[in-house]
């Protein structure tokens, strides 16, 4: 029996959950399973990436933030002529445009939610997620990536018939250590070779604290005065400037530079849920300084430093302790992070994970 699942998700734009939903529809090497991909607002960034790998893409031709009636409308035709064994919801407006789709007879045989936050920012969806806790007995199974996001969704009101936890699945072929790296890194933002490197890898958000770190990283040099950073994300040219602070915007390079940094850092206040960044850094051997939001200290592990969020003296003392290891045990930890996610959120067993859930609900 041939197992067909469908995804409806917000949009394909850039971000960890499209990423994560791309890496699964076009990765799982499973013959007895299928998957397609509905977009509520268009193909976005991953759309022309699914389609080449030959995964079906449909668009409901949706405003993004509007729910409007006649994109229900399409969803529910295009489940009545797949007829789904599964359809699995991305993002809050996707759990709510599937759940009241599958209301409707001989649309999909299982509705699961797949939650990708540990919070959420209440005046954008407070509303949303009252009516989504309410009705959050009607899927089969409501997934999280975190256990943070289990936990905060629980303490919305959130009762579902089953959890399951699934963490994000990291690709340590395309993240990894690699020579020339560190040159190539340095190269891209006019610093020296021997120079030390944080890093900073998110688009300008508030959720995201860029703020904090800065004021962070201003205490730390005046310690450690030769330590640069450098800031990768959209926006980021846009930053106040701070002395040995380099912001490189928007790259499509990321598993290139990563491996080149001498050390991670995410000063993120809220919202994470599970963090690609951090895992890509450390599969690529670079330990991480990370604040305490979503699983990222479960993540991190023994293998760098946490910090509170939202605390510029935690975070400066985090990156201290990181910066003034002797660089053999830096590297040390460091391959300690990389053997960390090889061995628990490698992207082939986080995907043999979503084929079970598949298998089961089918």
């Not at 449909?58 to 729910?67: F, N, P, T, V």
């Not at 954008?124 to 999280?144: D, I, M």
């Not at 990768?232 to 598993?255: C, F, H, K, N, S």
């Not at 994470?272 to 200290?297: H, K």
Request: aromatic share 4%.
């Amino acid at each position: 029996m041939t197992i067909k699942v469908l995804h409806l998700i917000t949009g394909l734009g850039t971000g960890g959950a499209e990423r994560m939903l791309t890496r699964l529809a076009t990765r799982l090497d499973d013959p007895g399973i299928t998957q397609g991909v509905i977009s509520m607002t268009g193909p976005g960034t991953f759309g022309p990436t699914l389609a080449a790998a030959g995964v079906a893409v449909h668009d409901l031709g949706m405003a993004r933030g509007s729910l409007d009636p006649r994109g229900l409308l399409r969803l529910i035709g295009l489940l009545r002529r797949e007829r789904p064994d599964v359809l699995m919801t991305w993002l809050y407006h996707a759990d709510f445009l599937g759940t009241v789709a599958t209301l409707v007879p001989g649309t999909a045989r299982a509705l699961v939610w797949n939650l990708r936050c540990s919070d959420m920012d209440a005046a954008r969806y407070g509303r949303l997620s009252r009516v989504l806790a309410a009705a959050s007995r009607r899927p089969a199974v409501v997934l999280a990536n975190s256990q943070a996001g289990q936990r905060f969704h629980s303490g919305l009101g959130y009762r579902p018939r089953a959890w399951r936890v699934i963490p994000n699945g990291i690709d340590t072929d395309v993240f990894r250590p690699v020579s020339g790296a560190r040159a190539a890194l340095r190269t891209a933002a006019g610093l020296p070779e021997e120079a030390m490197v944080l890093g900073v890898v998110a688009r300008v958000d508030a959720m995201k604290g860029h703020d904090v770190f800065l004021r962070a990283f201003a205490r730390l040099r005046a310690r450690f005065p030769t330590v640069h950073a450098v800031l990768i994300g959209a926006g980021t040219p846009a930053l106040p400037v701070v002395p040995g602070v380099v912001a490189l915007g928007e790259r499509g390079d990321v598993q290139d530079l990563l491996p080149g940094l001498d050390g991670l850092v995410s000063p993120s206040l809220f919202g994470e849920g599970f963090s690609n960044v951090i895992c890509e850094a450390m599969a690529c051997g670079v330990p991480v300084v990370a604040t305490e939001v979503g699983d990222a200290a479960l993540i991190v592990g023994p293998t760098g430093r946490t910090a509170a969020p939202n605390d510029v003296a935690a975070l400066t003392g985090a990156m201290e302790a990181l910066v003034g290891l002797p660089t053999v045990e830096r590297q040390a930890l460091g391959a300690a992070a990389r053997r960390r996610v090889s061995e628990t959120w490698a992207l082939p067993l986080v995907l043999e994970r979503y084929a079970a859930l598949f298998r089961e609900l089918a």
